[in-house]
């Protein structure tokens, strides 16, 4: 099965600077169809998660554009342009090309500093 | 806006059973591919199980196969998940999340509220 590594597992952010949060796949997760089927998802504190992005750059409806999704075969960065209070939380990555099963990576937790 | 609401979680034995449901709603569920997602407290997200539209094909994720089955009823809009020999290593919120018949690769777009599991003696 595809392992998904992210990195840092903890991200202090001072209120208004970027963010960016890495995730590595095991293989490539370009799909026979052209696709990269890499997805990021947010859960806020005691919340549900939210899908963000899905196949490496494309915002779901509602998410600000101040969240951006990119990268590539393995190598994959979800970033925040300037981090707000309601950014708190901990983002997964998640691949769906090798699936099933979908592989969620760690979990990266995001703090104001 | 679309609603999922799980229920079914409760204080179990371990080597017993529970039978989860997800109630779906503001949505043609019969459209859309279902999945169950698991979180043990203060973990990360474990997919557990899918089932296509049509209920005509299932997955399941390697710690759950032959102990879980995924089900799920077009005409009543619910999704279940019957949870057979549990072990305390189950103990979890568990999600159910709709996924775009045809972007299920895309993982779930929208999640329900969870409902707890804690298998313990």
């Known amino acids: 099965d595809v392992v998904m590594t992210q990195s840092p597992l903890s991200l202090p952010v001072t209120l208004g600077q970027p963010a960016s949060i890495s995730c590595r796949s095991s293989?490539?997760?370009?799909?026979?169809?052209?696709?990269?089927?890499l997805t990021w998802f947010q859960q806020r504190p005691g919340q549900s998660p939210r899908r963000l992005i899905y196949?490496?750059?494309n915002r779901d409806s509602g998410v600000p554009d101040r969240f951006s999704g990119s990268g590539s075969d393995t190598d994959f960065a979800l970033k925040i342009s300037r981090v707000e209070a309601e950014d708190v939380g901990v983002y997964y990555c998640m691949q769906g090309t090798h699936w099933p099963p979908y592989a969620f990576g760690q979990g990266t937790k995001l703090e104001i500093q | 806006e679309v609603q999922l609401v799980e229920s079914g979680g409760s204080l179990i034995q371990p080597g017993g059973s529970l039978r989860l449901s997800c109630a779906a709603s503001?949505?043609?569920?019969?459209?859309?591919?279902m999945n169950w997602v698991r979180q043990a407290p203060g973990k990360g997200l474990e997919w557990v199980s899918y089932v296509s539209t049509s209920g005509g094909l299932v997955y399941y994720a390697d710690s759950v196969k032959g102990r879980f089955t995924i089900s799920r009823d077009n005409a009543k809009d619910s999704l279940y998940l019957q949870m057979n020999s549990l072990r305390d290593e189950d103990t979890a919120v568990y999600y159910c999340?709709?996924?775009?018949?045809?972007?299920?690769?895309?993982?779930?777009?929208?999640w329900g509220q969870g409902t707890l599991v804690t298998v313990s003696s």
């Open positions: 293989q490539s997760l370009v799909h026979s169809d052209g696709n990269t089927y």
């Open positions: 999340g709709r996924s775009a018949g045809g972007a299920y690769k895309d993982g779930p777009s929208d």
């Open positions: 196949r490496v750059s």
């Open positions: 503001k949505f043609i569920f019969s459209s859309y591919s």
